[in-house]
């Protein structure tokens, strides 16, 4: 069975109140493997997005990432 998007945004959301997954469980009454599942796919999602976005920023080449997870200066567009 397949949550639905209401179902999941409570859980997520009892979960970022700092409630344990028990907890979750009592509060909700979705089983305990159906929350660790829905964990794990948004945890997965988040790594996917956080790449995605180290990738575009390490080819954006506007001086705002030096390729090594540091953030730079921008470069200004104003010439002095």
Sequence with gaps: NKLTKEKRIQVL???????SIRSTVRMT???KNTISKLLRNVAASASNTRMKLLLVMMQDGNGLFDGL????KPQSTINQ
């Design 29 to 31: 009454g979705i089983s």
């Design 69 to 72: 997870g540091k953030a730079s």
């Design 13 to 19: 959301a009892t979960l970022v109140e700092v409630n």
